[in-house]
């Protein structure tokens, strides 16, 4: 084997493979690590992989990643008279997989995992019949059961969630409830999705105090100037994104008004495109600190130049991702490109043949707006 490759063995764990063997091996490369589906001389159905031959380890579906500290999987054989049982949880795309008997309840169990302030509600279950059509079942908490029907070929149920605590935004409490997941205000707007667990909120000119996000979030600046004179933070993973596209260049500052304060306070802070940021933390704090005191931080450079002073009395120097945690203040500029528009025999109605524009990288530019006109009859 090749530097960086090693094998991932599968076991048939009591049967045999259809090519004979009690276990097989892959090479795992730089490309990535995935279970694959092994076929038994006997026709038995494979279900799913396991880390322990019992199955009471971890399960993996077939065509799912695999971690790479796991060198062996052992095959879970689908019982005569039994349908797979997948659950899923769509926060962190996780999948657990057992089974079931014709004629037998089976009982609802709670997730494996509750992510960070979220609180888990019920179960959406559903199932493929005989035909490969898939047919509802409803709602089910966990701890209540359904019966498993010789017409189910497999049964599946999706997580549901709700924020453990309240969505706060200057100065107001907001219960996320079920029925109650959407929220429309003067300034900003926000959505919660009772599948995947987040929380999208956007911002259109908000001018206010503190934003608590009582889960991972996505927030997006989509419109206006738009400041917060206090901390955003969240609980979970926070996602930022500045919608700067045709002309429109919206911004964000933050500025924490006491002492000891952050501007965002997070576990894990993503910066996708923020080109027009300012973060300033209290006195005697960070721009940016974690709930936990474990940062983790992912910043697109390809679009934001970064800058950051690591105090008030401190210069303003370029900062990379591992000095962002280090700063008092953060701001942010456009990667800025220019883009030359070539009217192809047309011009401008001032006679220009081509325009030279200057666009922050990632910018939509409307190509009808450069008015380029053919005088020459078709």
């Known amino acids: 084997m090749a530097d960086g490759e090693y094998r991932l063995v599968f076991y048939a764990n009591g049967k045999l493979f259809d090519n004979g063997g009690k276990y097989g091996k ?9 279970s694959e589906r092994w076929d038994a001389t006997d026709g038995s159905q494979l279900f799913s992989w396991n880390t322990q031959p019992d199955g009471t380890g971890t399960s993996y579906a077939f065509n799912r990643g695999i ?12 019982e005569t008279g039994s349908v797979p049982v997948k659950l899923y949880n769509y926060v962190d795309y996780s999948q657990e997989i057992s089974s079931a008997k014709i004629g037998s309840s089976y009982v609802l169990p709670e997730p494996s995992e509750t992510p960070d302030g979220l609180r888990f509600t019920q179960w959406r279950c559903y199932y493929r019949d005989q035909n490969g059509r ?7 908490a966990a701890g209540e059961s359904l019966t498993v029907t010789e017409d189910m070929k497999e049964i599946n149920a999706v997580a549901r969630w709700l924020p453990d605590g309240k969505l706060t935004v200057d100065g107001i409490d907001y219960a996320v409830e079920a029925g109650h997941t959407s929220f429309e205000f003067d300034g900003w707007s926000a959505y919660f999705y009772v599948e995947s667990g987040r929380l999208e909120m956007e911002l259109r000119g908000y001018q206010g105090s503190d934003i608590s996000l009582p889960c991972a979030a996505n927030v997006r600046v989509i419109g206006g100037e738009n400041w917060i004179d206090g901390t955003l933070s969240c609980v979970g993973e926070l996602y930022l994104d500045e919608s700067c596209a045709w002309g429109e260049h919206p911004s964000l500052t933050i500025t924490a008004k006491e002492a000891d304060k952050p501007a965002i306070l997070t576990n894990k802070l993503t910066l996708e495109r923020v080109p027009h940021m300012t973060l ?12 936990s005191g474990k940062e983790e931080f992912n910043i697109d450079t390809d ?6 002073r690591t105090s008030r009395e401190a ?3 370029s900062v990379g991702e591992g000095e962002i945690g280090d700063m008092w203040q953060l701001r942010t500029e456009p990667v800025m490109c220019t883009t030359t528009v070539d009217g192809n025999g047309g011009t401008t109605a001032d006679g220009a043949a081509s325009i030279t524009l200057q666009l922050e990288y990632g910018e939509g530019y409307n190509l009808r707006s450069a008015g380029f006109k053919n005088s020459t009859p078709i």
């Open 26 to 34: 892959k090479v795992i490369g730089s490309y990535g690590n995935y």
């Open 67 to 78: 971690p790479g500290n796991v060198k062996k999987l052992y095959a879970q054989w689908l």
């Open 134 to 140: 898939y047919q509802q079942i409803g709602m089910i």
């Open 280 to 291: 300033t933390a209290g006195a005697n704090s960070k721009a940016i600190a974690s709930l």
């Open 303 to 308: 679009t934001t130049h970064y800058y950051g």
């Open 315 to 317: 210069s303003e120097n």
